[in-house]
């Protein structure tokens, strides 16, 4: 089989686990690395064996798919450029800045046909894909994302960079127009917002809490969900699900008619997942997991959130 060439736009902190990633990868060559710091990418070439680039358009031509994981707002021109020379891209969350931006890249991903998949990295977590199997019309549903504070990430508001990650784990879920939102945010540490809470109202009834901070004394990420005769609890830090449901045959529960089921799931190596499902998406000409719209999806929600924070912040500061 011939080798998919791949490239990384972007070595910093995530993009050299990609490059890393792929370079192991059967049936993959990395073709090369790309940064605007020549001695990072110069690096992580050498030790990975591939040709270093300080510009992104000197892949164009060499590679069949590439990541793209620069900051946020170079997504869009880079992606861009490599879509219109059917190059498939895996963007990191979110998909771009504006949707404006998500819909030019879609536009041009569904008349030329190369393929978008978006780093929602929560959607190959193994507790996540157990779920699938599980959830069905959930009706409510409560997340926690709580992070000790690191420097990296706070160039955006909490919502992108880590409630982003819930927001399309219970939009794939729910599967409803949303009817509302209801969000209050602070800045606390830095000038973005660090704490944040939503609630949405989905069209079928469902209703959904969010929170996500990144000023935590300890790191914490749950998500519960109730839909009817059965409640399900994910603890994805302790690598355990809990799922109690009414089947009449429970005793060792207050309620009755109530039985319990723990699973614990072995730890993996989710970008190793994500990275994997996208080169069998490249090879296959098959829709990725985490599509183009499903990041624009996101997206929207996120931006609505922060823009309802936003406005409420400048009130409280008038």
Same mark, same amino acid.
């Given at each position: 089989?011939?080798?998919?060439?791949?490239?990384?736009?972007?070595?910093?902190?995530?993009?050299?686990?990609?490059?890393?990633?792929?370079?192991?990868?059967?049936?993959?060559?990395?073709?090369?690395?790309?940064?605007?710091?020549?001695?990072?990418?110069?690096?992580?070439?050498?030790?990975?064996?591939?040709?270093?680039?300080?510009?992104?358009?000197?892949?164009?031509?060499?590679?069949?798919?590439?990541?793209?994981?620069?900051?946020?707002?170079?997504?869009?021109?880079?992606?861009?450029?490599?879509?219109?020379?059917?190059?498939?891209?895996?963007?990191?969350?979110?998909?771009? &800045?504006?949707?404006?931006?998500?819909? #030019?890249?879609?536009?041009?991903?569904? =008349? !030329?046909?190369? /393929?978008?998949? +978006?780093?929602?990295?929560?959607?190959?977590?193994?507790?996540?894909i157990a779920l699938r199997e599980v959830v069905d019309r959930p009706l409510f549903i409560e997340s926690h994302r709580l992070s000790l504070f690191k420097e990296r990430g706070t160039e955006v508001d909490v919502v992108l960079d880590l409630m982003?990650?819930?927001?399309?784990?219970?939009?794939?879920?729910?599967?409803? &127009?949303?009817?509302?939102?209801?969000? #209050?945010?602070?800045?606390?540490?830095? =000038? !973005?917002?660090? /704490?944040?809470? +939503?609630?949405?109202?989905?069209?079928?009834?469902?209703?959904?809490?969010?929170?996500?901070?990144?000023?935590?004394?300890?790191?914490?990420?749950?998500?519960?969900?109730?839909?009817?005769?059965?409640?399900?609890?994910?603890?994805?830090?302790?690598?355990?699900?809990?799922?109690?449901?009414?089947?009449?045959?429970?005793?060792?529960?207050?309620?009755?008619?109530?039985?319990?089921?723990?699973?614990?799931?072995?730890?993996?190596?989710?970008?190793?997942?994500?990275?994997?499902?996208?080169?069998?998406?490249?090879?296959?000409?098959?829709?990725?997991?985490?599509?183009?719209?499903?990041?624009?999806?996101?997206?929207?929600?996120?931006?609505?959130?922060?823009?309802?924070?936003?406005?409420?912040?400048?009130?409280?500061?008038?």
């Open positions: 089989m011939k080798p998919l060439h791949v490239g990384v736009v972007g070595v910093g902190y995530l993009g050299k686990f990609h490059a890393e990633k792929y370079a192991r990868m059967d049936g993959v060559k990395l073709a090369g690395v790309v940064d605007i710091i020549a001695e990072r990418t110069e690096s992580v070439a050498k030790r990975l064996g591939t040709e270093s680039f300080t510009n992104y358009r000197d892949l164009i031509g060499k590679v069949d798919a590439v990541s793209v994981v620069v900051p946020t707002h170079l997504h869009f021109p880079i992606s861009r450029d490599f879509l219109e020379n059917n190059v498939d891209v895996l963007i990191e969350k979110p998909i771009t &800045e504006t949707l404006e931006e998500a819909d #030019a890249l879609i536009k041009i991903a569904d =008349s !030329r046909g190369p /393929i978008i998949q +978006v780093g929602h990295l929560e959607r190959f977590n193994p507790a996540v982003i990650h819930d927001i399309d784990i219970i939009l794939n879920f729910v599967r409803s &127009e949303l009817r509302s939102i209801h969000a #209050a945010g602070v800045p606390v540490i830095s =000038s !973005r917002v660090d /704490i944040a809470n +939503v609630r949405l109202v989905f069209e079928n009834g469902c209703v959904a809490n969010i929170t996500a901070s990144r000023i935590s004394l300890k790191n914490m990420r749950k998500i519960r969900i109730f839909q009817k005769d059965t409640y399900v609890s994910v603890d994805y830090a302790n690598h355990d699900i809990t799922i109690i449901r009414k089947d009449g045959k429970g005793t060792e529960l207050p309620i009755p008619g109530m039985s319990l089921q723990r699973t614990s799931f072995e730890e993996a190596d989710s970008l190793e997942s994500e990275l994997e499902a996208f080169v069998q998406s490249v090879r296959n000409r098959e829709a990725p997991l985490v599509s183009g719209r499903d990041g624009r999806n996101a997206l929207g929600v996120a931006l609505s959130i922060m823009d309802q924070i936003n406005k409420t912040l400048k009130c409280l500061t008038l």
